[in-house]
């Protein structure tokens, strides 16, 4: 039996796109805060490493995750009396601008980025 070259090609057309088939390793970023005053933020890894390692940046027992980010920039910022704020954004000056003025109306007084980075 004689095969044609399409039919002999097919076995390795299927493993050929079967490597390109892969799920995509999706990074992402997560803001986390706690009551005690402290943040933490992460990007650039995948969505559960990227929580905990923002639990982790933040370092205190309140901290949560309140947000998260994809494909965007973040920004924390902070101010006197426990206010803080954060924002996302595509733009990594917009996103600290919000920042600051998200914290402002949580009473802010003084507020400041803190941290800031852009999930690509």
């Known amino acids: ?7 002999a090609a097919m076995p390795a057309v299927f493993v050929v796109l079967g490597l390109g088939a892969a799920v995509p390793a999706f990074a992402e970023g997560a803001i986390a805060h706690g009551y005690d005053g402290h943040v933490g933020m992460s990007w650039g890894l995948r969505h559960r490493e990227a ?8 370092g205190g027992r309140s901290c949560e995750i309140v947000g998260r980010f994809e494909r965007q920039c973040a920004a924390i910022a902070v101010g006197r009396r426990g206010a ?9 000056y917009q996103a600290e601008t919000d920042a600051v003025r ?5 009473d802010g007084i003084d507020c400041v980025v803190v941290v800031h980075g852009c999930d690509e």
Do not use: D, I, K, T
């Open 1 to 7: 039996m004689r095969m044609s070259f399409f039919q």
């Open 51 to 58: 929580e905990e390692r923002a639990l982790r940046e933040c």
């Open 84 to 92: 803080y704020g954060w924002a996302v954004h595509a733009r990594p």
């Open 102 to 106: 998200q914290c402002q109306r949580h």
